[in-house]
């Protein structure tokens, strides 16, 4: 199973998230991945845009303008636009566009690694720069933050995100998969829908391919 979504919700802290937008993003895209984000995070405010593609800026303006109106919506508040070679005025649609500091998806990842045997409860987060190891459960409404890769050596039901600070090269390893959500370095899909039986309870991995689409496939 490969995914490409044409709008990416990066968490680049947990106070703020990032929506980058390709030039082919249409609304329809935006009001699902905005959605998806109000039910994995029901307190989540701040939305952060960058433009991931070049658009003149009447289109951004537009896009801005739509976003704005949809994030409202749904409690959501539009804060910034990103600096980058796409977005160089002061602002877009009245929204201020800055350069923020979202140096955590590159720092480097050289801490331990996190090994628990106990079970992850509903409402439990778990968080390690490092890579995290479960030989347990995570159970539905449970989220695991690695900064590496996970792996669980059970049932996983909750939200997996490996690479938080940016490392594509994590992985998620899973003994019995059927999670909420997964992530890898602000790639992420909300897994809503009933999963094909050879990966259903199976043992899987997630890894991000060289244009950034999550893979899930059966070991």
Do not use: C, W
Request: glycine residues 6%; neutral net charge.
């Amino acid at each position: 199973m490969t995914i490409s979504p044409p709008v990416k919700i990066n968490l680049a802290s947990f106070d703020y998230y990032v929506l980058k937008l390709s030039p082919d993003v249409n609304i329809g895209q935006i009001q699902d991945k905005l959605i998806h984000l109000r039910k994995l995070d029901a307190f989540g405010r701040y939305l952060v845009i960058e433009f991931d593609g070049k658009l003149n800026h009447e289109k951004q303006s537009e896009i801005v303008k739509l976003l704005k109106a949809e994030a409202i919506k749904l409690m959501f508040e539009l804060k910034f636009i990103l600096a980058n070679e796409f977005a160089l005025v002061k602002t877009i649609g009245d929204i201020p566009v800055v350069e923020l500091a979202l140096n955590l998806k590159s720092n480097p990842i050289a801490n331990s690694v996190l090994r628990i045997e106990d079970p992850i409860r509903s409402g439990i987060k778990i968080e390690n720069d490092g890579d995290i190891i479960i030989l347990n459960l995570v159970s539905h409404n449970a989220e695991v933050i690695s900064g590496g890769s996970i792996h669980v050596y059970g049932d996983a039901r909750g939200r997996l995100v490996a690479g938080r600070y940016g490392d594509k090269s994590a992985r998620i390893f899973v003994q019995k998969f059927n999670p909420e959500l997964i992530s890898i370095a602000g790639v992420y899909r909300a897994l809503d829908e009933k999963l094909p039986e050879h990966l259903l309870n199976k043992p899987a991995q997630v890894f991000l391919d060289d244009k950034d689409r999550l893979n899930v496939v059966a070991l």
